[in-house]
């Protein structure tokens, strides 16, 4: 008896798999197995064809361009951008009118590199200027290394748990010999690093933090390549993170030490007890700073984190999803060591 079966075969030309239509002995084994032979030929290419390879050095050239521009205050410094897609804040915006536009002194920044989805996040701080600001960029581009869509959430005073210099004591090493502003108007000395939360959070004891200990505070160094988590561990990992606002069932893999770093409040005072599930849902209360008050009276429901875009380095462990916190633009960082979350860093827009 006669039937006709579906064949898949890659078209190198095109990048695709293509169904032809062959007519096949149903009786005839040896034809059956040659034709799921290809069929699992085809499979195989077409898996490999959709994870895009990229250049690390290709993503490495546009981060080291991302920072040009944005020092210069000129987008031009990325390239043509007519036909890129734009956003700030989630929303289509006018490269030539936005934060590259503007000339900044960048004090930190640290960047991912996704040579599979050939995608970039770049964390910067400008914590010195007359207007501070903290901004997370992914960018997205063809295999080929063209840019496509540009997407940055750009955070300044005003927005949740703003304080440049907060983060950036978090993020640089040295940074501790920078003064902090209080909400005195004056500023604090070096050893009183604790004040500058109690002016977004309110009073709460912690554990003094001491300038010799901002050295070794995180540590987002290259892992050695027999040590790394798989992109999927790395991803289960923010995704349990994720899942636990409107999952409180969820098992998310807390590592020992944690430390997480919320707009400019840190939950870290470099002990080996530091903990990164602090106001995270229990089922028992959700008065915390990661269920804020911009959520409405209903947060304690549940919150749901959609719309997520990854972007993911093996090599340093990390990922970043930009997420819709509800219906705020929000950016997550990892640092993932051995399957265990070691950092985290969110950027949440409140006026966007």
């Known amino acids: 008896m006669e039937s006709t079966l579906g064949k898949m075969e890659m078209d190198p030309s095109l990048g695709k798999v293509l169904f032809l239509k062959v007519s096949t002995n149903l ?19 077409f898996s490999a064809s959709a994870s895009a390879q990229c250049a690390r050095e290709t993503l490495v050239a546009a981060t080291n361009k991302l920072l040009q521009a944005q020092t210069s205050g000129k987008p031009e410094a990325l390239g043509a951008l007519e036909s890129v897609a734009y956003l700030e804040q989630f929303k289509k915006a006018d490269a030539t009118k936005g934060i590259l536009a503007t000339p900044l002194v960048l004090d930190f920044n640290r960047s991912l590199h996704d040579t599979v989805q050939c995608t970039t996040y770049t964390e910067m701080i400008s914590a010195k200027g007359s207007h501070p600001y903290v901004i997370g960029t992914q960018m997205h581009f063809t295999p080929e290394g063209v840019l496509t869509n540009f997407s940055s959430l750009v955070t300044d005073k005003g927005d949740w748990l703003f304080n440049a210099t907060g983060t950036l004591y978090v993020c640089y090493p040295w940074s501790h010999l920078l003064p902090i502003p209080n909400a005195r108007g004056g500023h604090n000395g070096p050893r009183d690093a604790t004040s500058m939360s109690r002016e977004y959070i309110g009073p709460r004891k912690r554990a003094p933090i001491l300038p010799e200990r901002w050295a070794s505070r995180e540590k987002w160094d290259v892992i ?71 959520l409405g009276a209903n947060s304690h429901l549940g919150v749901k984190l959609v719309n997520r875009r990854y ?16 219906s705020v633009p929000d950016s997550h960082e990892f640092r993932v060591e051995k399957g265990k979350i070691r950092y985290v860093h969110t950027l949440t827009v409140m006026g966007g």
């Not at 972007?311 to 509800?326: K, L, N, Q, S, Y």
């Open 27 to 45: 009786a005839s084994a040896d034809r059956l197995s040659s034709l799921f032979s290809l069929a699992a030929l085809a499979a195989s290419l």
């Open 311 to 326: 972007v993911i380095d093996e090599t340093i462990g990390a990922v970043d999803v930009f997420i819709d916190f509800a």
């Open 224 to 294: 050695p390549e027999d040590q790394r988590d798989s992109r999927e561990t790395i991803k289960a990992a923010a995704d349990a993170y994720a899942d636990i606002f409107n999952n409180k069932t969820v098992k998310v893999p807390w590592g020992t030490p944690c430390a997480r770093l919320e707009g400019g409040m840190y939950t870290g005072s470099g002990s080996a007890n530091d903990r990164c599930d602090v106001g995270i849902p229990n089922g028992e209360s959700h008065v915390s700073h990661q269920i804020p008050l911009f």
